[in-house]
């Protein structure tokens, strides 16, 4: 297992592994994370044999808003509320996906979760990988999510290209996850940002939550 010290070299490395159609594992805004490139099929069942794991949508990060774009289909006023009060942060958003986003990516729901996280260590790994990279916790099926890259190493001493290490993780919280594809958005995982915070956002929007 390689583990390099987040640096502009570790990045350059990663995005070569990314290209190649592996797998990375990296330190979110939240917890560590496995990264691939969301639109490779081939890396995203990587993913999923990686983890145990099996019909589960895959979430992704983007480095910038208009990155983003190019996974989603259609912004409601409630994605579009939710992004501009809460992003930069722990915040995911599920949107409907455009066609070409993979089948593996979200599970045949038509739907896909992106959040542009509040890091700019982060947002610089994603970007040297493409500017949208997945970030599915780097942790087996049914295990506590890594927060350090030793962890990771642990976890999966095979599979991944390399680790990033950013350090232990700031947060013991995941993102919070809510559906904005209908009229009311629902609420899938409460984290980082609270039910309360969110409803504040919309509420004064006139937007039921």
């Not at 999510?145 to 290209?161: I, K």
Request: glycine share 12%.
């Amino acid at each position: 297992m390689l583990i390099y010290p987040d640096s502009v070299d570790a990045r350059e490395r990663a995005s070569q592994v990314v290209e190649g159609g592996g797998l990375v594992a990296f330190r979110t805004d939240t917890f560590y994370g496995v990264g691939a490139d969301p639109f490779d099929e081939a890396a995203l069942g990587l993913i999923n044999a990686l983890k145990g794991r099996d019909g589960k949508p895959i979430l992704v990060l983007a480095a910038d808003p208009a990155d983003a774009e190019r996974l989603i289909a259609e912004r409601t006023r409630a994605f579009d509320l939710l992004a501009a009060s809460h992003w930069p942060g722990a915040l995911t958003l599920v949107a409907a996906a455009r066609a070409e986003a993979p089948e593996l990516l979200t599970a045949g729901t038509c739907t896909v979760g992106v959040r542009l996280p509040d890091d700019e260590e982060a947002r610089a790994i994603v970007r040297a990988c493409g500017g949208l990279l997945t970030a599915t916790s780097a942790n087996p099926a049914g295990r506590p999510p890594a927060r350090t890259a030793a962890e990771v190493a642990g976890y999966f001493p095979d599979g991944l290209g390399l680790v990033i290490d950013g350090g232990a993780t700031r947060t013991e919280l995941p993102s919070t996850v809510i559906d904005v594809t209908g009229l009311r958005p629902r609420l899938i995982r409460e984290g980082v940002v609270t039910r309360a915070e969110l409803g504040a956002t919309l509420k004064a929007a006139g937007i039921e939550f």
